[in-house]
């Protein structure tokens, strides 16, 4: 990876090679921690702002509060304190990984002991399943590991251990030669890749799984519902049989790390023409919302503070 200089943890900036844990902290052993992934983008001014920084931020404070996790911060404090870090590490795109977890203390599985820390990291890192897919498309794999059903593990909480269950499906399709994989849930619907939605569309109508299939309520997946929307694409919430991956006209994954990032082929079977209209459509106008050139949308950026404050790293 390519390393930032500073990284915020509990209240103040550090460098970003001193910001290490106990061996003993609580979630490196439980998985009890929470996450988001937010990304900066350059505008057209040369200036840079964060997307959709609010519902990250609220999302977070979600995930939190599901594992009874009481992060010592507000969310307008921890908002802050992330245009903070992508300000002081001067970097014009980057993406950002807020982090909360049950730290050093108590072992043991009830993570209530320990006191919540929260760090917050950014760094340079282009589209997450490779710039050119995003012209390309990827290939995927229908994983033979189910999405954790809510029962089991919930979902819609963005927890380190969730992540334990989409690495086995990522391995398993990288080791058969593939991009990414595609988990289906216990009643064999489509949720979602291992982090991206997954969008289908089919005779103009496009479609995703409800979140009530296992699906997370992605933040680009919402992005690109109301993009559609405002294009006259019909759109429905809808569950996804695998066999409905293979007959599409058009798939596309999205999420904060992957952008809008078509899908070329689904276990062999190649998607559509190969020419992918909508797809290609909704991948310029997430560039455009992205990057401040649709003011419909501009109260989605939030700007980034305009001179780095760096007395506070040590
Ligand atoms: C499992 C999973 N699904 C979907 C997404 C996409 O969500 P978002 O668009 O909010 O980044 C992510 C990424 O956070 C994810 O980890």
Redesign the pocket.
Known sequence: MQESDFIWMNGKLCRWDDAKVHILTHALNYGTGVF??IRSFEMQNNRSAIFRLKE?VA?FFDSAKIYMMEIPYAPAEVAEAIKETVSVNNLPECYIRPIAYYSYGEMGVNPLPNKVAVAISCWPWESYLGKDKVTSGVRCQVSSWRRVNPSIMP?QA?CIA??AN?SLAKIEAFKAGYDEAIMLNLDNMVT??????IFRIKDGILSTPPASDG??R????DTVIQLAKDFGIEFRRNSISREELYTADELFL????AGVTPVREVDGRMIGTGNWPITRKLVEAYSDVTHGRNSKYSEWLEPLWEKPVIQSAS
């Open positions: 988001e992934g990250h999302r979902p963005k969730n992540y989409c979602e890749a291992t982090a991206e939605n699906a997370l992605g933040i680009t997946r999205t999420g904060t790390a």
